[in-house]
Structures are given as C-alpha cells and as structure tokens.
C-alpha cells in the first residue's frame, strides 16, 4: 500500500519573501583605486588578445584592442605592432598619448591602430575600450555593404545598435579617417566598415572585447542563414525588446569573465 503524503504544517511554509539578488547582468563595482583600476584594465586587455587568438581574429598584422588609462584619460592602452596576440602579456602593452607618442612599453606603435582608436576615444569620452581586427566572418559580411538583420536572439544584440562605415579609402592611416569611423558609429556599439571589416566599442574592456565576438558570430550566422534560403527577421518590437534584455554592458562583462577565467588558469604568465 502506498504511503499517503500529508500536507506539511503552516508553520514549516516560508512566509518571508525571497531576498533580493543583484541581477545577472548589472555590472560589477568598480575598483577601488585608479591603481586598481589601471591593472584590471591591462590583465583584461592582455587576455582579450589572447582569447582573440583562439577565436581565429589573428590575421596577419592586422588588429587590436585599446583601453583608455583610467588617470590619463587622453592616453590609452594599446598591443605593440609584430607580437602575436597568443603571446602577448601585461607587461607588452603600449601606453600611448594623444598626439601618438609612447609613453610606457616598447613599439612599435601600429599607426591603423593610432589612427582609428585616437579618434575613437577622442569622440566618445564613454567609450572605454575599442577593438578591431580582420576577422573572417567580419571581413565577408562588410563586403556586402550592409547593417545586419536580427535573425537571431544573439544578433538581436546589434539591433538598431550598429552602424555601416561606407566610405573606404584603404589602410587607416590618418586620423581624419579615425574621425569619420567615429561619426559613423555614432552612440552606438559597434560599426562594420565596408570592405574592411568590423569594430566594438564599449565602456569596458570587456563589453568591447565581448561584443567583437558576437558580432563576428553574428555576420557568420547571417552568412550561413542566407547562403541556405532566405531568413526570416525577427519583428521589430520582439528585437527591441530583446536588445534591452541581452544588448546591455553587464551582461557583455559577465560572458567575457566566463573566458577569462579559462585562459587565466592556462596560461597564467598573461598576467605578467
């Protein structure tokens, strides 16, 4: 025979209501010194190369990621042109002024990346972070000259938040450019530049580092999708909606230290 359950008494039921817990995608709190600052800003760039390697974004001389220095805000974190971003450490990284001196670190100093990323920081005082490279999904889909769709809920983190860079010149070299990118980008987070490729900007190393690899994921689905048939968009407001669910910086930060955390325990003398 079977047992037969009773109801538990009143007084085992919770009647308090469940504490309230910060939200998965809210950003973590700041450090606690420009110091402390400073330092978690190059570990995160440093490995940012180093997880870029492995997602295939090493293309050549080709690429880099910038973090404006929390005390010199006029100055910013940079790669050293020549070195590969699987090798790349703390103690690598370029510190770089205004007017595209080095002021720490050993060069040399790619000028794409002065030209582009000087500007990019000089327009947007709350971008914290910037990242390009000639990465192969970005490449392809820029030279179709277009603003992805929101086919996907991933890509739906782009939604009305890019922007299209139509006026290609050849390789950065001057600023006028860097200028004009950051015109085109607007607000916004990231911009495909045509026939070149694709950029993030955002107000952490992390976000921008994070959004490079989804748009790079992005323009690859948006390939495949439409190599097969012919997708189907998702609805405005559904997309909207979606943006302002997944399209924020926090959640960007916590996806980034999920990787973080990996290449840090495999190759902890990034950190150096």
Known sequence: MSAVLKPLPTAHLAVNPAPQ????????????????????????LAVAFRLFAQQGFDYGLAGHITARDPEWEDHFWVNPLGVHFSQI?????LLVNSAGEIVIGQGPLNRAAFAIHAALHETRPDIVA??????????AWAALGRKLDALTQDSCIFYEDHALFDDFTGVVLETDEGFRIGKALGTQKAVILQNHGILTAGPSVEAAAWWYIALENACQAQLLAEAAGTPKPIPHEIAQRTHSQIGGPG??????????????????????
């Open 89 to 93: 450490k703390v103690s690598d990284l």
């Open 21 to 44: 817990r910060k939200d998965w995608f809210d950003a973590p709190a700041p450090r606690p010194t420009v110091e402390a600052e400073r330092r978690h800003r190059q570990e995160t």
């Open 251 to 272: 959640g960007a930060q916590f996806a980034f230290k999920s990787l973080f955390d990996i290449i840090v325990r495999e190759q902890p003398e990034v950190l150096q």
């Open 130 to 139: 910037a990242a390009h490279t000639h990465s192969t999904y970005g490449k």
